[in-house]
């Protein structure tokens, strides 16, 4: 091994042990889950209001025989669409004048209506805000239309009945395949952007400890600073592996257990086993890239304010870089494709989704071999901005000096 | 490595923001000497030792560690005490050590071994599972020094290395230097305590300014004073007299003046032949504090010293 990666290693163990051995690790490791099931608990509790409170609800002005028809209607429609689909409605019965009665209703926050409809099957009208009563017209056409097809059924003595449609299943549908890749290519992207963004932050902070208590004076005379930076990374990333081991096993079990394994989710178009495979290199490539960026950055700062002051500009990049690796999923776009996966924060992203989509195994590996190159520079330059701005050393080095060295036989 | 010497500086340039730290140094200090950067704080001690250890690089002039042009090429074969003591609070004493042997090339289980027997010999074993935040500064300085030692290396560099430390603990560092530089290390530490290079050093630098006012041996500085002759007589006044040179003083009952270009012998002819009755004589060489401040100046003395009463105030 040589002198390079040597030093790497020693400060990457004791980064490693010093994290790991500390009790605040265990706060690290399960304040994600407990959070997870907080959220869980919360969103289980709130969900039955918030579908109430969210969709917008119509007041049917009108005799029983009608509201009983629109309700005979709207039940089918939207066991079939999905309740999001369109309005809940509610029969009133109507009291003299219908249009005092729908402004009445419209006016008064207890009725909690966004719309009122009146004139019965033959010549509806809906009051509503100017901003939504458009929408809820054309949903509520769907539902005076059934209404009133199933009203002329039931006047010619018609039973209403839903047309017989036979199935035919078959190995797999193009569209469906498509959709699941596609569903599996963002998948992939969150996984990997979700990780980076709470665990690289910790990245932001490593050199203040070591500039606090004077230790990076000792490192920066002993070992080349490329090696301080290089293994800060790799600790920091098999600490994170720690974690997205045990968070990973959690979350498969816990999806084990509620949904099943059967066939859920589509295939790769690269297969599985590839595509776990790059799925963790990408992660890896990800949270080094960014954490090399991290820790070139956060070395620049002097305390854990200006730290603090700097995450939450690079928290935004971090979202920006994610929504244009997003954009590439699905799309025909090669330029906007090509140019992502050469950027190298959103190279692994983009890469990923392509794992998903496409079975080409090359472009995998020349991303690989980019995003290495793209972490050699980006550590490069955050040596040396590190020792012209943070040393003052007044000549900042070689680009390749230390790694000509490293390679260099002895 | 070039002709016997640890450390060779030529020129060393440095500015700060357009301040300059550190002005054409030359530094030649040989294998397995003691040597000694003397001069009052923000003297630019620190660094000129920075710049030739490699954690800054010069603006201009050139440095060899140890036949090495690049100096972090021979950081496996060096120690540093910078000034700024620094270890992670949280590791243990034993840890620390094999850690910072471990950084310059020595495997950790030696590092380990090294570094109980260290602490043991030291009084210190109690403390080889401590953590660094649970001791003294005392200690922990000196946690950081067996740190610094224990891959043995063949250059120890340490910067205000008595900064801090008690007289025992001082006496101790002494002994420590002396013992490494016996068995063939090359010690170079920086200070602005004149006694400690004077006791320890075979050669200086004395700096003040960023400039280098001085580069040698210690009995090169001290002989840039004429000897100082003590003299007293048993009778006041007579021809003798005007054998004393010129620059001759009276206090106390003594004469004191530089002893003559031509030796104490024409002299004690003179004062016997002419009765003087001498009842003492003495012929005192200079100290180093003498000779810095005759190469330094009084200013930059006066620094030194008030330098060294604040911190012994701390």
């Known amino acids: 091994m040589n002198d390079i990666f040597r030093a790497a290693w020693v400060i990457c163990r004791r980064d490693f042990i010093a994290t790991v051995y500390s009790r605040t690790f265990l706060i690290f490791l399960f304040a994600p889950i407990l959070g997870v099931g907080f959220g869980y608990l919360i969103g289980q509790m709130t969900e039955e209001s918030d579908r109430e409170m969210g969709r917008p609800k119509v007041a049917i002005v009108a005799p029983v025989e009608v509201t009983d028809a629109m309700a005979a209607a709207h039940a089918p429609l939207v066991e079939a669409l999905s309740e999001r689909a369109l309005p809940a409605i509610e029969p009133v019965l109507p009291e003299g004048d219908a249009q005092a009665q729908a402004r009445a209703l419209l006016a008064s926050p207890e009725s909690n209506v966004s719309a009122v409809m009146t004139g019965g099957l033959d010549r509806p009208i809906i009051y509503g805000a100017a901003d939504t009563v458009g929408d809820l017209a054309k949903e509520m056409a769907v539902v005076v239309e059934a209404a009133r097809n199933g009203s002329a059924l039931q006047g010619a003595g018609l039973p209403a009945q839903k047309p017989e449609v036979t199935i035919v299943t078959t190995e797999q549908a193009g569209g469906d395949v498509n959709m699941g890749r596609h569903a599996l290519a963002r998948a992939g992207q969150t996984i990997i952007f979700f990780f980076t963004i709470i665990l690289a932050g910790m990245l932001l902070s490593n050199l203040v400890e070591e500039k606090s208590s004077k230790v990076i004076e000792i490192l920066a005379a002993a070992v080349p600073l490329d090696a301080v930076f290089l293994g800060k990374i790799m600790a920091m990333l098999a600490i994170s592996m720690i974690g997205v081991t045990i968070w990973g096993t959690l979350g498969l079990a816990a999806v084990y257990l509620f949904q099943g394994v059967a066939g859920w989710l589509t295939p790769p178009a690269v297969g599985w086993p590839l595509y776990i495979l790059l799925l963790i290199f990408y992660f890896a490539a990800n949270y080094m890239l960014y954490g090399a960026l991290f820790v070139g950055v956060g070395a620049q700062a002097n305390s854990v304010r200006e730290v603090q002051t700097l995450s939450m500009p690079i928290t935004f990049g971090q979202l920006a870089f994610f929504a244009l690796a997003s954009a590439t999923v699905g799309q025909n776009d090669v330029t906007m494709t090509l140019a992502a996966a050469l950027f190298p924060l959103t190279s692994p992203l983009t890469m990923i989704a392509l794992a998903a989509q496409s079975p080409s195994i090359w472009p995998h590996l020349l991303a690989i071999a980019w995003q290495l190159v793209c972490l050699f520079v980006i550590v490069r330059i955050a040596t040396l901005m590190f020792r012209t701005t943070v040393l003052k050393s007044g000549k900042a080095g070689s680009f390749f000096g230390p790694f000509k060295s490293a390679f260099a036989r002895k | ?314």
């Open chain 2, 1 to 314: 490595m070039r002709g016997g010497l640890a450390i060779e500086a030529k020129g060393l340039f440095k500015a700060f923001d357009g301040k300059t730290a550190v002005d054409g140094v030359d530094i030649a200090v040989p294998e397995g000497s003691i040597y000694g950067i003397l001069g009052p704080n923000g003297a630019g001690k620190t660094t000129t030792i920075r710049m030739l250890l490699g954690i800054i690089d010069p603006d201009r002039g050139e440095r060899t560690l140890l036949g090495y042009d690049e100096p972090i090429k021979a950081a496996p074969i060096v120690g540093y005490l910078p000034e700024e003591r620094g270890l992670y609070p949280s590791m243990t004493t034993r840890e620390v050590i094999a850690f910072m042997g471990a950084l310059r090339g020595l495997p950790l289980e030696i590092g380990r071994q090294r570094a109980e027997g260290m602490l043991s010999q030291n009084g210190l074993g109690d403390y080889v599972n401590k953590p660094i935040k649970s001791l003294s500064k005392g200690m922990a300085q000196t946690v950081q020094l067996f740190g610094t030692i224990v891959h043995r290396p063949k250059l120890i560099v340490l910067d205000e290395p008595f900064s801090g430390l008690d007289a025992i603990n001082q006496g101790r560092l002494e002994s420590l230097i002396r013992a490494e530089a016996a068995e063939g290390t090359t010690v170079i530490f920086s200070t602005h305590v004149i006694a400690h290079a004077e006791r320890l050093c075979e050669r200086i630098a004395i700096i003040a300014g960023g400039r280098l006012r001085f580069e040698g041996k210690v009995a090169e500085a001290r002989d840039r004073l004429r000897p100082q002759v003590r003299l007293r007589t048993r009778v006041e006044d007579g021809a003798w007299r005007n054998a004393l040179p010129g620059n001759a003083v009276k206090t106390d009952g003594h004469f004191q003046f530089e002893l003559p270009e031509s030796g104490i012998e024409p002299l004690l002819k003179t004062l016997i032949d002419g009765g003087a009755g001498i009842e003492e004589l003495s012929i005192e060489r200079p100290g180093l504090h003498d000779a810095f401040v005759a190469i330094a100046g009084d200013a930059v003395a006066r620094e030194m010293e008030n330098s060294t009463r604040v911190e012994e105030q701390a």
